[in-house]
């Protein structure tokens, strides 16, 4: 399994999912703020759009942090990352995985922007409709699927934790406390290890 990887990005989701999984991958490293990297054959095979995160895992090519968290579940039910399909939660699970870039992610670039948004029309409604189901979603906790931590919780988790790096957290203290329930998390620190190895290589 090759994961290509590029630190400070989305990458970080998937190298925190695969960490969480304790599978076996190699990380290939891309500099995707360099045109050429972005432009180079072989990671353009990997991921069409030029983006991170993207991995391969025998014939599959996959190159949206999603479709990478439900084929990670599906394919290895034994790392535990979620619900396969037919088990209790599945539905619930996947609405959480598409939230991250479906909702998370727009209601975010509305925050950074300052952008006029008609959360009637838009369809991701407003960045204070997307905290407010989250809080909601922590209800009873302490994850998003309760007791049992998940793929889910990898990519909703991580862009809460960008959230707050970036300075757009809100006053909301039940996502302050699951971002500090994420970085407690030994997989979250792994990856945080490796993103640092990988800034000090690009120095």
Same mark, same amino acid.
């Given at each position: 399994?090759?994961?290509?990887?590029?630190?400070?990005?989305?990458?970080?989701?998937?190298?925190?999912?695969?960490?969480? &999984?304790?599978?076996?991958?190699?990380? !290939? +490293?891309?500099? /995707?703020?360099?045109? #050429?990297?972005?432009? =180079?054959?072989?990671?353009? &095979?990997?991921?069409?759009?030029?983006? !991170? +995160?993207?991995? /391969?895992?025998?014939? #599959?090519?996959?190159? =949206?942090?999603?479709?990478?968290?439900?084929?990670?579940?599906?394919?290895? +039910?034994?790392?535990?990352?979620?619900?396969?399909?037919?088990?209790?939660?599945?539905?619930?699970?996947?609405?959480?995985?598409?939230?991250?870039?479906?909702?998370?992610?727009?209601?975010?670039?509305?925050?950074?922007?300052?952008?006029?948004?008609?959360?009637?029309?838009?369809?991701?409604?407003?960045?204070?409709?997307?905290?407010?189901?989250?809080?909601?979603?922590?209800?009873?906790?302490?994850?998003?699927?309760?007791?049992?931590?998940?793929?889910?919780?990898?990519?909703?988790?991580?862009?809460?934790?960008?959230?707050?790096?970036?300075?757009?957290?809100?006053?909301?203290?039940?996502?302050?406390?699951?971002?500090?329930?994420?970085?407690?998390?030994?997989?979250?620190?792994?990856?945080?290890?490796?993103?640092?190895?990988?800034?000090?290589?690009?120095?």
């Amino acid at each position: 399994m090759k994961l290509y990887h590029c630190p400070q990005t989305r990458a970080f989701r998937a190298l925190w999912l695969l960490e969480e &999984s304790g599978l076996g991958f190699d990380i !290939v +490293p891309v500099d /995707i703020r360099d045109e #050429a990297s972005r432009a =180079d054959a072989t990671f353009r &095979s990997a991921s069409p759009m030029g983006k !991170v +995160p993207a991995l /391969i895992d025998g014939d #599959a090519k996959l190159w =949206d942090s999603g479709a990478i968290a439900l084929h990670l579940v599906d394919s290895y +039910p034994q790392a535990g990352l979620g619900p396969v399909v037919g088990e209790p939660g599945r539905g619930t699970f996947v609405q959480w995985v598409m939230f991250t870039n479906a909702v998370f992610e727009p209601a975010l670039m509305e925050k950074f922007t300052n952008a006029a948004v008609d959360s009637s029309r838009s369809g991701h409604g407003s960045f204070p409709q997307m905290i407010e189901i989250v809080e909601n979603g922590l209800q009873p906790g302490p994850w998003l699927m309760g007791e049992r931590f998940t793929a889910a919780d990898v990519l909703v988790g991580s862009s809460c934790h960008f959230m707050k790096l970036f300075g757009a957290m809100p006053d909301s203290p039940p996502i302050a406390a699951y971002i500090e329930r994420c970085q407690s998390r030994p997989a979250f620190a792994a990856a945080q290890a490796v993103e640092a190895q990988a800034s000090a290589g690009d120095e």
